[in-house]
């Protein structure tokens, strides 16, 4: 028979360990992760090896867009009615959608040849036109079954004077039932069509 010899754990281990077991059933470390991440893909790119004029082509800081709080969240908003949002679940973005715009609006840029994108993060002091805008829709309409992208693009010279501006906004289709796996590829689809706009446009503007 083997006998077991008993120690008294010291008062702070015991109280340690009552919290523990108090808290277990209530705190969660972490948040649960969403069974999908979204991303945006450049339909346009850069191609590898081939050089720009840059005698032609005048530098432009692509900067992050302003957007409204509905849309400064990596969840994806569903309007469902003129006065109410819902969000998709289970489906989250990477990254904010005004940062995620920022990085395809640079890379059809500059994939256009229409100006020397710099990375405005690296090159904010450096002079050359500034694209600023904002982001007044990213989401999907309930009613119409449609992914929407709405951006206000700004122009504005090294001195901050405002070149040009104009709204760009691009639709959509919904195929099938609105959930995680069906609002990726029309969002997707629709900001690279409102920054190829974006790139069609900024080539036609006159250079000061």
Not at 26 to 39: D, I, N, Y
Not at 143 to 162: K, M
Request: charged share 15%; hydrophobic share 45%; glycine share 8%.
């Amino acid at each position: 028979m083997f006998h077991m010899k008993q120690h008294k754990a010291p008062r702070a281990a015991v109280t340690a360990l009552a919290l523990s077991v108090l808290l277990g059933g209530c705190v969660s470390f972490g948040a649960k992760p969403p069974e999908q991440l979204l991303s945006l893909s450049p339909a346009q790119r850069v191609t590898a090896g081939v050089a720009t004029n840059v005698a032609q082509a005048p530098s432009l800081v692509v900067a992050d867009p302003e957007a409204p709080r509905i849309l400064d969240t990596v969840r994806v908003p569903v309007r469902v009615s003129p006065t109410s949002v819902a969000y998709v679940t289970k489906v989250q973005w990477s990254d904010t959608p005004r940062h995620l715009f920022q990085g395809l609006l640079a890379e059809t840029i500059a994939a256009s040849g229409s100006r020397i994108v710099l990375d405005p993060g690296q090159y904010s002091g450096v002079p050359g036109q500034r694209l600023m805008g904002a982001l007044v829709d990213f989401g999907i309409d309930e009613q119409s079954r449609s992914a929407i992208v709405t951006y206000d693009a700004i122009l504005a010279n090294p001195g901050g004077a405002i070149l040009a501006r104009q709204r760009f906004t691009a639709q959509e289709p919904v195929s099938g039932k609105i959930g995680p796996g069906t609002v990726g590829a029309p969002l997707n689809a629709a900001a690279n069509k409102v920054a190829a706009d974006v790139a069609a446009w900024l080539s036609t503007v006159t250079q000061p």
